[in-house]
């Protein structure tokens, strides 16, 4: 455990010890629209003996990824949100308050959810564990097939751009694939065994992804079947139940917004986004592969990953959950984004933001004008140094012929002649 302040009391209840159930997603596993179920529903939970404490939880987002920015910025070297450094700065009194939530809950079951949990760290984990002290610590895993969740990661980061110094050009995107499935691989991450060393085997429920999978048909009823909890009418679900935080599944929008993050527009991303979510609904399209030959590369390390969680974690049952692939229409090759297609998307999105239209007219200026001048300095470099070389050229020969004056005019007038024709 590592130390983070005064030595903490244990946190049990007078009649029974408490138990924390850390949903840690991971990564393109419904854990948005999870996270905005529990905080609708915080009411009902509660009625029902289940707490989803409000400290170090965003409310925006729903979830207490605040709590993983605090870890993370100790043990893990990876960027954490601007917003994140104002936990960081008061993170002993987050914490105090979030201990203090669990201690005072008049319920023996207490939720904290957020993906980035998922990717602590060993050192990380146990400073986690000795926060919730006093606790049964519990944990919950969804497992979906890798190659799936490999190509929508990928298609997220293009979908929301990050400016954390970071390629995430489509060019590029294949290897940010491939280190996320690190996480789950033997000598990489692989966080599943790891979070099995720290709370043990039976305190880490694995669920399988998918509606054919989920108990009772949803990914709802299915969590509140992890938590022992019956399923209700009397829940309240989020406005599209089917789709939140949607992803770009389509090679044309995603192809649409790569070119789109590269033009530094000004317009904000979210208005972007849900206009091509929009887009999609209206016109389905190409599914979306990874370019250069991504997906094979991805399905390969995907495949050997799947044997190495079914031979460590994972029962049998969970083969057919992880041979389940996204269904795709996509021809074989590297899709190709063609003029009539941008325009389309671009003049939809147009339709729908004001002024969009002449700011990426006036992206698309500017990025000539930059080449433009690229170029014009490279041609212009190329005759500087042309000159350079002639003159040296002169010099020698000048230097050379020192001694005989009639031939060092004829040999000047050459020279001349030759830095003429070269530059």
Request: aromatic share 8%.
């Amino acid at each position: 455990m590592v130390e983070t302040g005064a030595a903490r009391k244990p946190i049990v209840s007078k009649t029974r010890t408490k138990t924390v159930f850390l949903h840690l997603g991971p990564a393109k596993t419904g854990s948005s629209a999870l996270q905005q179920f529990l905080q609708a529903n915080e009411a009902l939970l509660d009625q029902l003996g289940v707490s989803y404490p409000l400290p170090l939880r965003k409310r925006e987002s729903a979830n207490h990824s605040p709590l993983a920015w605090i870890l993370v910025n100790k043990h893990v070297s990876r960027a954490i949100p601007d917003d994140g450094g104002t936990y960081i700065e008061r993170q002993e009194e987050h914490i105090a308050e979030l201990r203090q939530a669990i201690v005072t809950s008049k319920n023996a079951k207490i939720v904290l959810s957020s993906e980035e949990l998922f990717d602590l760290n060993g050192d990380a984990i146990d400073e986690l564990l000795g926060i919730l002290e006093g606790t049964s610590v519990k944990a919950i895993l969804y497992v979906r097939n890798l190659e799936a969740v490999a190509r929508s990661v990928a298609s997220q980061q293009v979908k929301w751009l990050r400016d954390d110094g970071v390629d995430y050009r489509l060019a590029r995107i294949c290897g940010f694939a491939l280190g996320y499935l690190s996480l789950y691989a033997p000598g990489g991450g692989d966080r599943f065994n790891l979070w099995v060393r720290k709370i043990g085997r039976n305190n880490v429920v694995f669920r399988k992804y998918g509606a054919r999978f989920f108990h009772g048909g949803t990914i709802y009823s299915d969590f509140l079947d992890a938590l022992d909890v019956p399923a209700s009418d009397c829940f309240e679900y989020p406005p599209n139940r089917d789709r939140v935080n949607p992803s770009l599944r389509f090679s044309e929008t995603i192809h649409v917004k790569d070119i789109l993050n590269r033009m530094g527009l000004s317009t904000d991303q979210g208005p972007i986004v849900r206009h091509l979510v929009g887009w999609e609904q209206e016109h389905p399209g190409t599914a979306f592969t990874l370019p250069d030959g991504g997906d094979e590369k991805v399905r390969h390390k995907a495949h050997r990953i799947h044997a190495h969680l079914l031979d460590t974690v994972l029962d049998s049952s969970f083969g057919e959950c992880l041979d389940q692939t996204a269904p795709s229409t996509a021809s074989t090759g590297s899709y190709r984004l063609d003029y009539s297609t941008f325009n389309a998307i671009v003049g939809y999105l147009s339709e729908q933001i004001q002024g969009f239209d002449r700011e990426v007219m006036d992206a698309i200026v500017a990025a000539l004008d930059l080449q433009y001048e690229k170029r014009l300095g490279a041609v212009q470099g190329s005759k500087f140094f042309r000159y350079r070389a002639a003159d040296a050229v002169a010099n020698a020969l000048e230097s050379a012929l020192r001694s005989h004056p009639r031939v060092r005019r004829i040999a000047k007038r050459c020279v001349a002649f030759l830095v003429h024709r070269m530059t």
